[in-house]
T-cell receptor
């Protein structure tokens, strides 16, 4: 069965700091990878996704992620965070023939002014 | 498009009561899903449906039932509410898997408390 591990459960950063959130998955086949964000009191929104092609994926709001197949990783990055990035971030994975997403437990990010 | 809509937004139930969480989507997606989100646990799949009349269990189906009579609607039924069902429930939908469009779109959630 697939599983998704997010290494950082709680992260606190100052504005303008750089962000990297780790995500590893356990599945040997072809996968689709996602990062979702959940702002306080809101529903999940897609930040970015990887299906195939360039392993460096750019998403909304300046976020990007790099798929490293050999490391089974899909880490999320942002060069300079803003207070408005305070949210919970979820990594998720599904195979192209899978029906549902397997989510990591999430990383809570707090950006302080 | 409204996307994925859910009602109600909040609900408090007493132990043993029953209720139905409503979910609708207007994107003509074949696939629909119900997840529950517990603090620090991510999202867990309860049930999913690949089309009208077809449903299947996910990871945590006990205590829940679903039906899918139309493409648009996918209600989730709690028959005998228990405190362990206190959670936030999210409905989602997507195009069929196997294409490049199995990105899931989520509704705003229903926060349920069972006392």
């Amino acid at each position: 069965a697939q599983s998704v591990s997010q290494h950082n459960h709680h992260v606190i950063l100052s504005e303008a700091a750089s962000l990297e959130l780790g995500c590893n998955y356990s599945y040997g086949g072809t996968v689709n990878l996602f990062w979702y964000v959940q702002y306080p009191g809101q529903h999940l929104q897609l930040l970015l996704k990887y299906f195939s092609g360039d392993p460096l994926v750019k998403g909304i709001k300046g976020f990007e992620a790099e798929f490293i197949k050999s490391k089974f990783s899909f880490n999320l990055r942002k060069p300079s965070v803003q207070w408005s990035d305070t949210a919970e971030y979820f990594c998720a994975v599904t195979s192209p023939s899978g029906y549902a997403l397997n989510f990591g437990k999430g990383t809570s990010l707090l950006v302080t002014p | 498009n409204a996307g994925v809509t859910q009602t109600p937004k909040f609900r408090i139930l007493k132990i043993g009561q029953s209720m139905t969480l409503q979910c609708a989507q207007d994107m003509n997606h074949n696939y629909m899903y119900w997840y529950r989100q517990d603090p620090g646990m991510g999202l867990k799949l309860i049930y999913y449906s690949v089309g009208a009349g077809i449903t299947d269990k996910g990871e945590v189906p006990n205590g829940y039932n679903v039906s899918r009579s139309t493409t648009e609607d996918f209600p989730l039924r709690l028959e005998l509410a228990a405190p362990s069902q206190t959670s936030v429930y999210f409905c989602a939908s997507s195009f069929p898997s196997g294409s490049s469009y199995n990105e899931q779109f989520f509704g705003p959630g229903t926060r349920l408390t069972v006392l």
